[in-house]
């Protein structure tokens, strides 16, 4: 909805409404400062039109925009200040390493061989007695599910009815 000229005129040319003299009232008693009933009326009702206007979209519009390029130039220099943090970080772990003795080096590690048969150590008594040996046995078979048997009922043995 635009609204012209003519109608902002005819609105400022309207008396205020108790809703404006109350408003006023309130201002003041929050603020301790006395507003003028005429510009109190004004605000009230054409705030929205105001809100709505091409001046105040484009004011808002450029604020956005500001905003968005000042959060960029943050971005960039943080991470610019990380950059260079890495960069001092790598030249001194070089630096270290450059200084550092030969024999602080770690030395290479060595491929790992199968052991061979006379390298194994010889069983004797007592390792004999604590691990049995393993004798070459066929792969044993996959046991069958255990099935669980319903449990019997103890009954009370009857005893035998003497007649007479």
Not at 55 to 73: F, I, S, V, W, Y
């Amino acid at each position: 909805m635009t609204t012209n000229a003519k109608s902002f005129e005819e609105r400022a040319a309207s008396a205020p409404t108790e809703l404006h003299k109350n408003f006023a009232e309130w201002l003041y008693l929050q603020t301790g400062v006395k507003p003028d009933l005429k510009t109190v009326q004004l605000v009230c009702s054409m705030r929205m039109d105001f809100q709505r206007s091409e001046e105040n979209q484009k004011h808002l519009a450029d604020r956005k925009k500001a905003a968005a390029d000042k959060a960029a130039k943050a971005k960039a220099a943080k991470i610019a200040k990380a950059k260079a943090t890495l960069a001092k970080l790598q030249a001194e772990i070089a630096a270290e390493e450059a200084t550092s003795t030969p024999a602080e080096k770690p030395a290479p590690a060595k491929k790992a061989t199968a052991a061979k048969p006379e390298d194994k150590p010889t069983v004797t008594r007592s390792r004999a007695r604590k691990a049995p040996a393993k004798a070459a046995e066929a792969p044993a078979t996959p046991k069958a599910p255990r099935v669980r048997r319903a449990a019997k009922k103890a009954v009370a043995p009857v005893a035998p009815v003497e007649s007479k």
